[in-house]
């Protein structure tokens, strides 16, 4: 309860001075994004990435090099979000005497405070300016890396000082939000789409290079006496040396290079600047929270699975060690959300999504059957194989309903500025940018609660009742809520916003289209 208190206050703190900075905002003549931070060339005066010749001179060139530098920031976000995920396996044998469910909240507490750090993080563009943003927010992930790598050296660490650890690595799952808002201004609408899914596929890919690197940094002394003395590992009744802490400290040189580079290379754009209460507009479309509850499916199942697989893993398998493979769900996630935003600008958003979500059916009935039978030889390797599906869905899934997101707001806004002349429908194309920005990051906020959610129901059905079947067959009941509502309103003819792609043959007047 001590820890939930901290996380209200801190919440309240960070409202109560977003509000203040607003009014001091309004008040201000100095149009920049925290002035006495900035010089004139980090904010970009004119930003229009829709004309072409703008864009070809240097809207282009521009728009490229934030993307560049925030992708590597995400990245060491993800990894700091996740690193829980690695270092509570490696916890009870170096003489950590934790419950398997308190390892499970160890690994479900990060999903749970950056959930909560992404619904602030997704309006702090329009607010701080993106550059501004990204070099703070990157900075602050020392804390948690720093924090890491002290507290595993020492056995006696309470458990309340790793609670508090595991909170505090949610600052990494609160940059999303905020990194693909900012980076969501600098493109055209025609390139948006491979835009974000460059940044946020590559961003992902965090998660796997977390379980892939750590196994590796933690097995040397990688920073010799500068990080510490090495911990002996007892694993079947066989001990060895490992350097836990350069789970945590090995982030800690690269986070400092990100920082630097973010404030130097990126830019704020001063058309983008909107406060809170222009942007709370989303909170009352319909829209907005359907779309929550898709991207929960899609992307809280993909950043669950990548906190939870390693340890349901070891609960179940005992033989396998799971650090072995655990890189692999998230690394296909991550790839085939990277390489297949084309399907959805092709067949339309919607029309992926559903089949996303029967494969994802399909797939937890098959990480049923091999739960049933894994006490027979060969039954970890199924159960691996129906969860690279799951991941795999899951990254399909993540990019198909970030392109539905854009095209949602989009033609909802332009068919209320329909007939109103031009000035209406470029008010509406402004709106679209603003509101779709922060509905990425809203939408990002409410499905990272997959990461809390998912290892904590493996945990709780583990304890309840012996194995996870439980917390499975509740993610087959959730998958198909989300088929359903998605082929209600976006794929099912006079659907209230029909989404179609470019290989769909549809006139753009027609009713059923627009409606």
Known sequence: MLLFLIVAVNLLWMHAAILRMERRATLATDRRYLPELQDSGAVLADWDPENPVFWQEKGSR???????????????????????????????????????????????????????????????????????????????????????????????????????????????GGNFASSMAHISFFYPKDR???????????????????QFLVPLVIAAGVFGALGGAPQTATVAGFGKQIWLQNAGFIWVPLIVVATIAAWIGMNDIANAKASFT???????????????????????????YSAGFPLLTKTLFPGVNPVAYAF?????????????????????????????????????????FFVSIRTEPGAFWGFLALFLVLFAASGIGNASTFQMMPAIFRTLLLRNAAGRGPAAIADANRDASKEGAAVLGFTS??????????????????????????ALWGF?????????ITWRYYTRTGAEVRLFGTAAAHPDTDTAATR
């Open 62 to 172: 521009i728009a490229t090099r934030n993307l560049w530098i925030s992708i590597p920031a995400l990245l060491l976000a993800f990894a700091v979000w996740m690193v829980w995920s690695v270092v509570v396996v490696n916890l009870p044998s170096i003489g950590f005497k934790f419950t398997s469910d308190q390892l499970f909240w160890l690994a479900a507490l990060p999903g749970l405070s950056g959930a909560i750090l992404r619904g602030f993080y997704s309006f702090m563009v329009p607010i701080f300016g993106g550059r501004t943003w990204t070099t703070f927010s990157t900075a602050s992930l020392l804390v948690p890396a720093i924090g890491i790598g002290l507290a595993v050296q020492d056995p006696t660490t309470p458990y309340t000082v790793f609670l508090i650890l595991a909170l505090l690595c949610g600052l990494g």
């Open 192 to 210: 948006k789409g491979q835009a974000l899914a460059l940044n946020a596929g590559l961003g992902n890919l965090g998660v796997s290079v977390v």
């Open 278 to 304: 222009d942007q709370a507009v989303i909170f009352k479309r319909k829209h907005t929270w359907i779309l929550c509850w898709l991207y929960l499916g899609t992307f809280g199942s993909f950043i669950g």
């Open 328 to 368: 692999l769900g998230p690394l296909v996630g991550a790839a085939s959300r990277s390489l297949t935003g084309w399907m959805s600008d092709r067949w339309g958003g919607a029309r992926v999504t559903i089949w996303v979500f029967v494969a994802m059916i399909v797939a937890v009935f098959g990480v049923l």
């Open 445 to 470: 906020a409410v499905a990272a609660f997959g990461a809390f959610f998912i290892p904590k129901s493996f945990g709780s059905a583990i304890a309840l009742t012996g194995g996870p079947e439980a």
């Open 476 to 484: 087959v009941v959730f998958y198909i809520t989300c088929l359903a």
